[in-house]
């Protein structure tokens, strides 16, 4: 039997460290979040299906306030469900982390208790409720690094044992240690978005209200790819990357930006170089891959009559379609220099069957155009949240 509980738990810090080489390659590509963490570690340790491990894991973490906060997981027909709500517990309570042992706790209701009833006094009401069912066992070990909590497991078949306690001592480092990098990724992320934002409103300076309309077209932006069911990586990324469609402006003399009238020829042909130059501000970053495309296509016309390299239909990027949508969206809706706002109605009426400029079945991808009338309310709610900041 100790040759066979040991085989079993080589087995699982195994997969716990498959785990742990798996999701660090998904931190470098933001694919990581903590709850697919959660589920893709507590999936290798639970028991189930003939594997030896707790019925229920319990996993609690200190907040900054020091109030502690936790679930119960569990497995169910091979998927891990969450066994509880949330579960809050006072750092004055007997339950509170800080009150356990720094030592891996292993303990068997029969070395303490007469009885497994009286046992249950241990276990905190709430916790006991989730689980369901007397608890017999349960092992107890600190998370640390960012994470700093403890992690209790409960209810291994027959008695827990050290070497069940060593595979949860490897869960409890995954998930201290994995949490610690993804907050240290994520504050590199913010810093990252920052420097984007920042250079999207470069342009602010020299047009008025850009702020607010490369605001509006990330939103724009991230609800027509949601709605065309894309990927929810692809979302994101265009969510933040469709502000740098006008970043190449930052290199065109402001009297013509800011030209109240129409632009004669040689005004044009500077203004039609704003693509380019925005492609060679973002450089090669394979981060800026999304953005860099946004900035050289959203002026592609869908019959290929556009600039600057006169791409048409599939040629043009999937992100420059997108967002040529919602940059002339808003450009309708708000005012410039040298043109009144339009209404949302008169908007779509111009989406719908064309100006002097511009031409929907000629201009437009047909499936981004579709997907703009099945939610152009959201349009319209976007534009008008933006409150008196109009672009």
């Known amino acids: 039997m100790t040759f066979e509980l040991c085989k079993a738990s080589l087995q699982q810090t195994q997969e716990l460290l498959g785990l742990v080489n798996g999701t660090l390659r ?23 299906r003939g594997r030896r491990g707790p019925s229920s894991i319990f996993i609690l973490l200190n907040g900054k306030s020091g109030v ?27 339950f509170a982390p800080e009150r356990l042992s720094d030592e891996v706790i292993v303990s068997n209701w029969c070395d303490t208790c007469e009885t497994v009833e009286e046992y249950q006094s241990y276990f905190h009401p709430r916790v006991k409720s989730s689980i369901g069912k007397p608890i017999t066992n349960f092992i107890c070990c600190h998370i640390g690094g960012d994470a700093h909590g403890a992690l209790l497991a409960f209810n291994y ?29 994520s504050e590199t992320e913010k810093a990252f978005i920052y420097t ?6 470069a342009c602010e300076a020299a047009e008025e209200g850009t702020g607010a309309h490369i605001i509006r077209v990330n939103r724009y932006a991230g609800a027509l790819a949601a709605y065309m069911g894309l990927p929810v990586d692809y979302v994101e990324v265009i969510s933040y990357s469709a502000q740098m469609h006008d970043v190449g402006k930052i290199r065109v003399p402001n009297e013509i930006l800011l030209k109240p009238g129409p632009l004669n020829e040689e005004e044009l042909r500077i203004m039609s170089l704003h693509p380019v ?5 973002l450089g090669d970053s394979p981060r800026l891959q999304i ?4 900035a050289r296509s959203h002026h592609e016309n869908w019959d290929g009559s556009g600039y600057p390299q006169g791409l048409r239909g599939d040629d043009i990027p999937l992100s420059g379609r997108i ?36 031409d929907p079945r000629r201009h437009f991808d047909p499936v981004v155009l579709e997907t703009f009338f099945g939610i152009e309310h959201i349009f319209a709610s976007i534009y008008e949240s933006s409150g008196s900041i109009h672009g």
């Open 26 to 48: 998904d931190l470098t590509s933001r694919k990581f979040t903590g709850k697919q963490l959660y589920i893709d570690a507590l999936r290798r340790v639970l028991g189930g």
């Open 68 to 94: 502690s906060r936790g679930r119960v997981f569990q497995l169910s027909s091979g998927e891990i469900v969450e066994g509880s709500e949330e579960i809050v517990i006072d750092p004055s309570s007997v």
């Open 157 to 185: 078949p027959g008695d827990a044992t050290e070497y069940d306690a060593s595979v949860l001592q490897g869960l409890a480092v995954v998930i201290g240690s994995l949490i610690t990098l993804s907050n240290s990724v």
């Open 196 to 201: 984007i934002e920042a250079l999207a409103r």
């Open 277 to 281: 130059y925005g492609e060679k501000i």
């Open 291 to 294: 953005a860099r495309e946004i």
């Open 323 to 358: 967002v040529k949508l919602a940059d002339v969206y808003d450009a309708l809706r708000s005012r410039r220099s040298y043109k009144e706002p339009l209404s949302h109605k008169d908007t779509l009426s111009v989406l719908r069957v064309g100006d002097s400029r511009i």
